[in-house]
């Protein structure tokens, strides 16, 4: 079994993000693996580990999504495929995945995993264009999925209950929290990781052309919060009166 | 500007890989020792299958054992930065850690001949074996030469006789290197692989400590044990050599240690010296409470520089014992000093088992005393200062 795993990588999610001239200042940012692809790749690896085959991680973005790579490398991914592009923060959910189904063209996967959102923009489309152009079926939002030669089992949370979806393969499958516990790498796993080669590929090479079809325009920090506000009274008896004032007078909500 | 930027020339990670290890051992202490440190302190119990799985899983063991052998061909820094970051979170766990990874691993692998290499390295790196080193004896610490187990040769095995004292991970270790007196001289010792099957061995009592309570320290047992004379590690009467380099590595370990607890115990004081007021100020507006950190940083600063220093040049082929012993006093001396002041900055709080502190003093203590007492360096330190041909300090 042959499995891709789609791999974003976007800032630490305690990072402090900055926002100035239309930009996210990249400077001094911890990079991670998306925390939800990182569910999807600790998925790959555990049915590689049941079922054999081989893992595959691939990344859009410019140099430094080869540290994400690497990272997968360490968990237990044996290939790694960069789509170079250094304007990458320009590119919208088509391109990327117009990129992806060109860059894996001719090649063989039967299963391809992906978080459910990135933690950044929290978009949740690359794997469903994926699956539209490559016309394979997609099941979001895994909590339970099993494999075998022939199909995909795949439960999923749903309203009172849960849902299970039965596919063919290819499919693609992005993953929930609690679908596994991620591993942490090991250290003979991190050493061994910096002398794989990656594959890289010129987004431009892909001959997709400008194919983004939202154009963004810019960053923007979001308006600081409001300071809150205290309300006075000698016993909370005199505060919930002036809170039911307030409410009724001042902000007109009852 | 950070120095390493301008010199291309980092004290705290000599070598890319050097960071990639603090990275990976910091998340480990933070997300497996955090939480639980103070349970198992408190249930003076062991976290057995975690230090397994630091084998197992996370390939933790060999630091300093060629990759051929299955380690990862690293060196003394590798060791300080383990152990320093380890100790932030659980200074405890990482004794233990010490005891297997230096105490048994790093000495048997460059004491030891190579059948005996390939039999105990590979199992002790997966962490099938967990293992313990055994050279204290109840009436000979500092005074470790006069130590009376006795190593007998009859027939193809050896039999010893005798008790060792203080022996970390004892409780649960599947094997041990124990020194043993083999000849007529003072000097005449002999270095073992036993392990915990062998007939005649037994594990005597846990001790009730003050701190490094996670750790399990016991008593050693010999009444005619039988061990195989391949067990013998190099040649007889020859270990002192093993022993003397091994401590080198051993003392920078938990002077490493020393760092970690200091750092930590730092990070606990500054932050609440930020937010407990007094008199309608922050505590860190009050001249004694910058006194208590200020102190504690340049101290921890200045340590943690001799450590690093001294790990630069601490390896199998050259004796650093002055430096060795130097960086152990300095640096346990001084974690000491910064976890009292912790304590003192925290206040109340400061002893409660609600924050780390105290745990951290208890633990800090240990230091001073395992590895050769602070005595023992400083009259380790006065042998050599006197031998120095031109006073080259
Ligand atoms: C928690 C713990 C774990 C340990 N783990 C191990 C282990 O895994 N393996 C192992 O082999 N050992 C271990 N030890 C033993 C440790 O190395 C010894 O405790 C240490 O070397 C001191 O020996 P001692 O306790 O016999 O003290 P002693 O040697 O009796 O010393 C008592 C006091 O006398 C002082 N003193 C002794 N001689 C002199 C001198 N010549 N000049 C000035 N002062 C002197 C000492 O500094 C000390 O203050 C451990 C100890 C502890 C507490």
């Known amino acids: ?254 | 500007m950070h120095p390493s930027l301008i010199f291309d020339m980092d004290l705290y990670h000599p070598k890319p890989e050097h960071k990639e290890l603090r990275e990976l051992v910091g998340t480990l202490g933070q997300d497996l020792l955090e939480k639980a440190a103070r349970h198992y302190d408190e249930q003076e119990n062991f976290n057995e299958e975690l230090l397994r799985d630091f084998g197992r899983k996370y390939s933790l063991f060999g630091l300093t054992v060629p990759l051929e052998m299955g380690g990862h061909g690293l060196d003394a820094t590798a060791e300080v930065i383990v152990h320093e970051e380890l100790s932030m979170y659980d200074p405890a766990f990482t004794l233990s850690y010490l005891a297997h990874e230096v105490l048994f691993v790093n000495n048997l692998y460059h004491s030891g001949q190579d059948t005996l290499r390939q039999k105990y390295i590979p199992p002790a790196l997966k962490g099938e074996f967990l293992c313990a080193m055994a050279m204290s004896e109840p009436q000979a610490g500092t005074d470790v030469l006069g130590m009376k187990t006795m190593a007998q040769k009859r027939g193809n095995l050896y039999i010893l006789n005798g008790t060792k004292q203080w022996i970390t991970n004892a409780e649960c270790a599947d094997a041990f290197l124990l020194y043993a007196r083999s000849g007529p001289n003072r000097k005449d010792i002999s270095a073992f692989v036993i392990e915990r099957r062998f007939k005649g061995l037994r594990i005597g009592k846990k001790e009730a400590k003050m701190g490094m309570r996670q750790s399990p320290t016991c008593q050693l047992i010999l009444e005619d044990c039988e061990v195989p004379e391949e067990n013998l590690i190099g040649r007889e009467n020859e270990a002192l050599l093993h022993m003397m380099r091994n401590l080198e590595i051993e003392r920078l370990a938990l002077a490493a240690m020393a760092l970690g607890i200091a750092r930590r115990s730092l990070k606990e004081m500054i932050t609440y010296a930020q937010q407990r007021e007094a008199f309608g100020k922050k505590i860190y507006e009050f001249g004694q409470i910058q006194h208590l950190i200020a102190e504690s940083y340049a101290r921890y600063r200045a340590s943690r520089a001799l450590v690093y220093e001294t790990a630069l040049c601490v390896n199998p082929q050259e004796r650093q014992s002055l430096s060795a012993a130097a960086a152990k006093l300095s640096a346990t001396q001084m974690a000491e000093f910064v976890s009292r002041s912790a304590i003192q900055v925290l206040g109340g709080n400061g002893y409660t088992r609600d924050y780390p502190v105290e745990r951290l003093h208890r633990d800090a203590i240990l230091l001073s005393i395992g590895g050769g007492t602070n005595e023992a360096m400083q009259k380790n330190i006065m042998k050599d200062l006197v031998q120095l041909e031109n006073l080259d300090i």
């Open chain 1, 1 to 254: 079994m042959n499995i891709l795993v789609l791999i974003k990588q976007v800032p630490d999610t305690e990072a402090k993000i900055v926002v100035s001239g239309g930009k996210v200042q990249e400077a001094g940012i911890k990079w991670i693996i998306s925390p939800y692809d990182e569910i999807a790749l600790e998925e790959a690896i555990r049915i590689k580990e049941k079922t054999g085959g081989t893992v595959t991680a691939i990344s859009v973005g410019d140099d430094l999504v080869q540290q994400s790579i690497r990272t997968a490398y360490a968990m237990g991914a044996d290939h790694g495929i960069h789509i170079k592009h250094d304007q990458y923060q320009m590119l919208d959910a088509f391109a990327i995945a117009s990129a992806i189904a060109k860059a894996i063209e001719g090649r063989d996967f039967q299963v391809v995993l992906a978080g459910r959102q990135g933690s950044d923009s929290d978009n949740g489309q690359v794997p469903l264009i994926l699956g539209t152009l490559k016309g394979w079926g997609v099941v979001s939002f895994a909590k339970k999925v099993e494999i075998d030669s022939q199909k995909a089992t795949v439960h999923v949370e749903a309203e009172g209950g849960e849902a299970i979806y039965e596919s063919t393969l290819p499919v693609i499958i992005t993953a929930n929290a609690g679908l596994n516990e991620p591993r942490y790498p090991s250290l003979k796993g991190i050493m061994a990781s910096k002398k794989k080669p990656i594959e890289v590929i010129n987004f431009a090479d892909l001959g997709l052309g400008t194919v983004s079809r939202i154009e963004i325009l810019g960053f923007e920090p979001p308006p600081p919060r409001p300071q809150g506000r205290f309300i006075d009274g000698a016993d909370p008896a005199a505060k919930a009166k002036e809170l039911a004032r307030a409410l009724r007078e001042e902000i007109k909500v009852i």
